[in-house]
């Protein structure tokens, strides 16, 4: 029977380990359809960090966040580029010398 990928909110998570706790973990892992080994993992979190462990290891970035993010970066850059040649320009006419006007 494949297994599908599901997702547990540390909520259910917790739920899931007291369940397991007084009904028995094997008992736990069949009516859910878990496998013994995740189960023991979160209890090792849960055990280790209480229930900030239960939390989902990496964070979720949204993808509107990260559009905003992409689009800061290349305005930054654009920026930058223009301000290098502001500067080139300015250090080139510190340079060059003021011709006087011929009558």
Same mark, same amino acid.
């Given at each position: 029977?494949?297994?599908?990928?599901?997702?547990?909110?540390?909520?259910?998570?917790?739920?899931? &380990?007291?369940?397991?706790?007084?009904?028995?973990?094997?008992?736990?892992?069949?009516? $859910?359809?878990?496998?013994?080994?995740?189960?023991?993992?979160?209890?090792?979190? $849960?055990?280790?960090?209480?229930? =900030?462990?239960?939390?989902?290891? $990496?964070?979720?970035?949204?993808?509107?966040?990260?559009?905003?993010? =992409? =689009?800061?970066? #290349? &305005? @930054? #850059?654009?920026?930058?580029?223009?301000?290098?040649?502001?500067?080139?320009?300015?250090?080139?006419? @510190?340079?060059?010398?003021?011709?006087?006007? #011929?009558?």
């Amino acid at each position: 029977m494949p297994r599908t990928k599901r997702s547990f909110i540390p909520e259910d998570r917790l739920s899931l &380990l007291q369940e397991a706790e007084r009904e028995g973990y094997m008992q736990t892992c069949r009516k $859910y359809n878990l496998s013994p080994a995740l189960l023991a993992k979160w209890k090792q979190r $849960y055990l280790n960090k209480g229930s =900030e462990g239960l939390k989902p290891a $990496y964070k979720r970035v949204d993808p509107a966040l990260r559009a905003l993010e =992409e =689009e800061n970066e #290349r &305005l @930054k #850059r654009i920026i930058a580029k223009q301000a290098l040649e502001l500067e080139v320009k300015t250090e080139m006419l @510190k340079k060059t010398p003021i011709q006087p006007k #011929r009558k």
